[in-house]
């Protein structure tokens, strides 16, 4: 267990925007962030950060919080997690009590196997180091390949044993279980035979973007055809090769800060681009890009620059990979090396100035690149030319920003010698062609559709809870100058209401008004949560609200976080571009608390008001008189209420 101390010392410390700008681009929206949501599929943000509140809000998924929540629910952290990534994140020396045979057993799968590849990293860098043989063959191999001891350390590079069950025999020595293992894919288990995965070849430990170990690609050294030049771990509940870069955890924030992300094929090419002083470059490991893993680099930049080896592989590789990158939105340059060379090798032989000026020199506009691989093959072939221009506008079809495929049509045009006209008619009818397909299933235009379900009724009482729980969090301890109509009789014997300015705290004003009309919070939430804002006003004079959310149980901040984030949707579309200035709630605290509450009322007493009417129709012989006396002093009390509010209610 995590002490308390250590737990706020964190909270204190952490600032929201700072823990989620590294694995968010964010942008400055006001006085709040913006960028794309993380956990959706988006072009438009909708995911909002405020510094003030210290919280976040997804307006795509609902999900919303604290620093702690978002890793919980980013990286899939558990609570103490969380708080030790925050904790080395901020250099912050955390008191912990050692976990008890029970509560280890009680941790999820997905812990163990965190905890089992954190082990086997830790294993294998110890024998590349420490031991005869980590050092004559694995540490020798690295350094053959040019990596210094600082770029070993920095990927956390390792060596396997050529030993068939040295580094199962370890973990199982230290307490792990073997069926982790077996699920880690780290031993393969055959009846009562296990063998380790990745004996005899050099380790590659494959991060998440928060840098936790989901799984291992592994080179054997010894030349042996029956098996394959790299090993990867199998799929498992932690490691998913289609949503996983190598490298994205040393580069998010390079690639954030350069606003462009170099793509490349394997591990050695990610560490040898590092090592010269390039360091916002991933690889897809190997396999083939997926849009997962491209929207994987969306988060921190809408630009990719694709790498590849200067062979007829390396380009028709490239070139599949352009059209899933297009149809995700972004923007996409691609750069080859002269034959016979690979992003490792050449950056190896070359300077950073000159690997710099290489890459700017020679990264085209896919277009470009594409016209000048595929015209190179039609030479005077004019049915040849023909299907690269097809190609080339199959490509230009997949942008969703109509602008980016104009200009696109007119470079080709340039490019490949034929008119606009000619290029926007094909991207026509390929558009056409695509919508009829999608169409399909779609119901004819004017077709009357029944509706599926009903439109959703507004719940009237849940809106003004709401809104007094935020007034209660944003504006609790401030005093205003509220005005409230009191009944007085005049000179001729006339009820009248007259004007009565009191001073008061927001929470007292509430508290009160609630309190004397005997009002409760129908929501169970926004009752918890009422009794312990006022609770925690009553008791604390300098209440704050991030001092408040990061002290309160996980499930109550992600309410929280819902209802002051609520508000901030307008920012995303912009409004004050358009002219449209929302009226800032700080510059009515007091209208719109008493406003809140008077409508609540009127609210309650309609709803009184029916279970009379009810009442009435259901026992018609019986206490009608009284029923209707009742009816009667509520609708006059509804009618004084909307004398105060000033509209007809």
């Known amino acids: 267990m995590i002490s308390q101390s250590s737990i706020e010392q964190v909270f204190e410390t952490a600032r929201v925007e700072e823990v989620i700008g590294d694995f968010v681009q964010l942008k400055k929206s006001g006085s709040n962030y913006k960028g794309l949501s993380p956990f959706s599929d988006e072009r438009s943000p909708s995911f909002m950060v405020s510094p003030v509140k210290q919280i976040w809000k997804d307006f795509s998924t609902g999900k919303g919080g604290t620093s702690v929540s ?4 980013h990286e899939h952290f558990t609570y103490p997690e969380a708080i030790k990534y925050l904790a080395k994140k901020y250099n912050i020396e955390i008191e912990e009590t050692v976990q008890s045979d029970e509560q280890k057993q009680q941790a999820n799968e997905k812990e163990s196997l965190y905890l089992v590849s954190e082990f086997a990293n830790t294993y294998f860098k110890n024998i590349l180091h420490k031991t005869g043989q980590g050092k004559s063959i694995g540490l020798s191999y690295f350094k053959e390949r040019g990596f210094t001891e600082d770029t070993i350390k920095q990927f956390d590079l390792g060596y396997s044993l050529n030993e068939w069950q040295a580094f199962t025999d370890e973990a199982l020595k230290k307490g792990y279980n073997i069926d982790y293992l077996a699920k880690s894919g780290l031993t393969i288990v055959k009846g009562e035979k296990r063998f380790d995965r990745f004996k005899g070849r050099v380790m590659f430990p494959i991060k998440s973007m928060s ?51 170099y793509l490349v094929e394997g591990y050695t090419d990610v560490i040898q681009f590092h090592q010269a002083g390039i360091t916002n470059v991933v690889s897809s490991s190997g396999t083939a890009l997926t849009p997962q893993q491209i929207r994987l680099i969306n988060r921190l930049t809408n630009n990719i620059t694709v790498l590849f080896d200067g062979d007829a592989a390396g380009m028709r590789a490239s070139i599949r990979g352009i059209d899933l990158i297009l149809e995700q939105g972004m923007n996409v340059r691609v750069c080859g090396f002269p034959e016979g060379e690979d992003p490792d ?132 301890n401030k005093v205003e100058d509220f005005e409230d109509l009191i009944m007085k009789e005049n000179e001729k014997g006339d009820i009248v ?72 949707r307008y920012t995303l579309d912009d409004w004050e571009r358009m002219n449209i200035i929302p009226k800032k709630k700080q510059d009515g605290i007091a209208q719109l608390v008493s406003e809140t509450i008077l409508t609540l009322r009127c609210f ?41 509010l000033n509209r007809a209610l």
């Open 345 to 476: 090798s050449f950056a190896k032989q070359n300077t950073l100035e000159e690997l710099t000026h290489y890459l700017e020199s020679n990264s085209k506009d896919f277009i470009q690149f594409k016209a000048s691989i595929l015209f190179e093959d039609t030479k005077n072939d004019p049915i040849k030319k023909a299907e690269t221009v097809k190609d080339i506008i199959q490509s230009i079809s997949k942008i969703p920003d109509p602008i980016k495929r104009e200009i696109y049509i007119q470079e080709c045009s340039r490019i490949m010698d034929i008119s606009e006209q000619v290029l926007f008619t094909s991207l026509a009818q390929l558009g056409q062609k695509n919508k009829e397909q999608k169409s399909k299933d779609k119901p004819k235009a004017f077709e009357v559709i029944k509706p599926k379900a009903s439109v959703k009724k507004v719940d009237v009482q849940y809106l003004l809870e709401r809104k007094l729980i935020e007034s209660l969090l944003l504006y609790g």
């Open 497 to 568: 209401l007259e004007p009565v300015i009191q001073q008061a705290k927001v929470f007292e004003k509430i508290f009160l008004d609630l309190q004397e009309d005997e009002m409760e919070f129908s929501n169970s939430h926004f009752k918890t949560i009422y009794y312990t804002v006022i609770d925690a006003l009553n008791q604390n004079p300098d209440f704050e609200l991030k001092t408040f959310i990061n002290t309160i149980d996980y499930d109550m901040a992600y309410e929280i976080s819902n209802i002051l984030m609520e508000d901030e």
């Open 211 to 261: 840098g936790r170990v989901l799984g291992f690609g592994g080179r054997i050294l010894i030349a042996d055809k029956k098996a394959a030049k790299y090993v990867n771990s199998p799929e498992s509940d932690i490691y998913h090769k289609s949503n996983v870069l190598y490298g994205i955890y040393q580069a998010k924030q390079a690639i954030a800060k350069e606003d462009n992300c």
């Open 604 to 644: 309650l007493i309609d709803q009184k008001i029916l279970e009379f009417q009810k009442e009435t129709l259901q026992n018609k012989t019986q206490t009608n008189r009284n029923i209707l006396e009742e009816v009667k002093e509520y609708s006059g009390l509804k009618m004084l209420l909307s004398r105060k």
């Open 70 to 73: 978002f890793l919980m629910e």
